[in-house]
Nanobody, 129 residues
Framework: QVQLVESGGGLVQPGGSLRLSCVAF????????IGWFRQAPGKERERVAC????????YTADSVKERFTVSRDNAKNTVFLQMNNLKPDDTAAYYC??????????????????????WGRGTQVAVSS
C-alpha cells in the first residue's frame, strides 16, 4: 500500500554535494514522519535525519547536522536529504523510512523517536578518496 522510492545517489568527490530524494506513494507527508538512515558495510545502521508530518520539525544526527539538511516538497510528496561537504565516511547505502502504520512520532532538533515500519530499497552514495 505504502511505498518509498529513494533516488539521487551516486559517486561524488570529497567536499561535493548530493541531494537524495524519497518519493512517498500511498501517504501524505503531512500525516507521517520520514526518516533517513544509512548503512555502510560492517557498520551499524545509523539514523541521520527525520522530518515530521506537522510543522514540520526536523532532526539531524550530530555526525551530519552541520552538513546535511532534510526538507520536503509536499506538492511532489517528496522528502529530500541535501548532503554537503561530503566525506569518505559518508559512503553508505541511504534509506528512507516512514511510520505508515500510524505509530507515534516525536521529532525535535535532538530527538527522533518514531515507529518506522516501511522502508525504501535504498540508494548508494560513494564518496571517493
Amino acid at each position: 500500500q505504502v511505498q518509498l522510492v529513494e533516488s539521487g545517489g551516486g559517486l561524488v568527490q570529497p567536499g561535493g554535494s548530493l541531494r537524495l530524494s524519497c518519493v512517498a506513494f500511498g501517504v501524505t507527508l503531512d500525516h507521517v514522519t520520514i526518516g533517513w538512515f544509512r548503512q555502510a558495510p560492517g557498520k551499524e545502521r545509523e539514523r541521520v535525519a527525520c522530518i515530521s508530518g506537522s510543522l514540520p520539525a526536523t532532526y539531524t544526527a550530530d555526525s551530519v547536522k552541520e552538513r546535511f539538511t532534510v526538507s520536503r516538497d509536499n506538492a511532489k510528496n517528496t522528502v529530500f536529504l541535501q548532503m554537503n561537504n561530503l566525506k569518505p565516511d559518508d559512503t553508505a547505502a541511504y534509506y528512507c523510512a516512514t511510520n505508515a502504520g500510524g505509530g507515534g512520532s516525536i521529532v525535535a532538533k535532538n530527538v527522533c523517536i518514531v515507529d518506522f515500519d516501511t522502508w525504501g530499497r535504498g540508494t548508494q552514495v560513494a564518496v571517493s578518496s
